[in-house]
C-alpha cells in the first residue's frame, strides 16, 4: 500500500513562529502536493512539486513555501505564521499529475 | 463561477436507499475525473475514477457528461458505512496542471 505519511496530526503554535510541516511518500511519486482545506472552501493547493528541487506555486501560496530537497520529502513552511493559517494542512503524491491522489493523515494546525 | 461545484447537502437517507450526486465543472478542456471520500476528521481517499463511458463498481457507479460539464454518482442499496463526504475532482490547466476539488457533498445514511 501507498503511504503518506504527515509528521505531525495536531499543532499549535504562536503567531509569528516559524513552523515545518513535513511530508514523506514511500511510492516514489514524481509528484507531492500541499493543500489546506477549510470549511466551506473544500481542498485548495498550495504548493506543489514535480521533482526534487523543483516546486511551483498552487492558488494560495502567499505566506508558505516549501523544500523537496529528495523524492520521498516534501515540506511545508509557514514563514511566520498567522491566525488565518489555522486549517486542515494535507499531503499528498502521485505518480503522474492526474492519476489518484494518495493522501497524508492531515495536520490539524492551530496558531493562536 | 467555481471551477467545481457540489451541492454540500447533506443528504439523508435511509439504509435500503438509492442516492444520486451531480457535479458541474467549468473547464471543457478537462481530462480526468474522478470520485473521492473523505470520512470525518480522516483524509480523502479514491472512490472511483470516472471514465466516458460510464463506469460501476459494486453498488456505485459514475458517469460523464461532457456536453453538459457534469459527472454523477449513484449509490444503490445505501449502508450506514456510506455516510461520509463525496468529494468530486476534476483535472484542469490554468496555467498548470492540477486536480481541482469540490467542496463536497455529505451523505447521512439512517437505519
Known amino acids: 500500500d501507498v503511504k503518506v505519511t504527515q509528521s505531525s496530526r495536531y499543532l499549535v503554535k504562536r503567531t509569528g513562529e516559524k513552523v515545518f510541516l513535513e511530508c514523506v511518500q514511500d511510492?516514489?511519486?514524481?509528484?507531492m502536493f500541499w493543500y489546506r482545506q477549510d470549511p466551506g472552501l473544500g481542498l485548495r493547493l498550495i504548493y506543489f512539486?514535480?521533482?526534487?528541487?523543483?516546486?511551483e506555486k498552487g492558488d494560495i501560496p502567499e505566506g508558505y513555501s516549501v523544500s523537496r530537497e529528495k523524492k520521498e520529502r516534501f515540506s511545508l513552511i509557514l514563514e511566520s505564521a498567522s491566525t488565518n493559517q489555522t486549517s486542515m494542512y494535507l499531503c499528498a503524491s502521485s505518480p503522474q499529475w492526474d492519476t489518484e491522489a494518495f493522501f497524508g493523515q492531515g495536520t490539524r494546525l492551530t496558531v493562536v | 463561477r467555481k471551477e467545481v461545484e457540489q451541492d454540500p447537502g447533506p443528504f439523508n437517507v435511509p439504509e435500503g436507499a438509492t442516492v444520486a450526486f451531480n457535479c458541474t465543472y467549468s473547464n471543457s478542456a478537462s481530462q480526468s475525473f474522478f470520485w473521492y471520500r473523505q470520512d470525518c476528521r480522516k483524509e480523502p481517499k479514491l472512490l472511483m475514477s470516472v471514465y466516458s463511458s460510464g463506469n460501476e463498481d459494486g453498488r456505485f457507479t459514475a458517469q460523464l457528461n461532457r456536453a453538459s460539464q457534469y459527472i454523477s454518482l449513484l449509490i444503490r442499496d445505501s449502508k450506514l458505512s456510506d455516510s461520509a463526504t463525496y468529494l468530486c475532482v476534476v483535472s484542469m490547466n490554468t496555467g498548470f496542471q492540477k486536480l481541482v476539488f469540490g467542496t463536497g457533498t455529505r451523505l447521512l445514511v439512517s437505519p
Open positions: 511510492m516514489d511519486h514524481e509528484n
Open positions: 512539486s514535480y521533482d526534487v528541487k523543483m516546486k
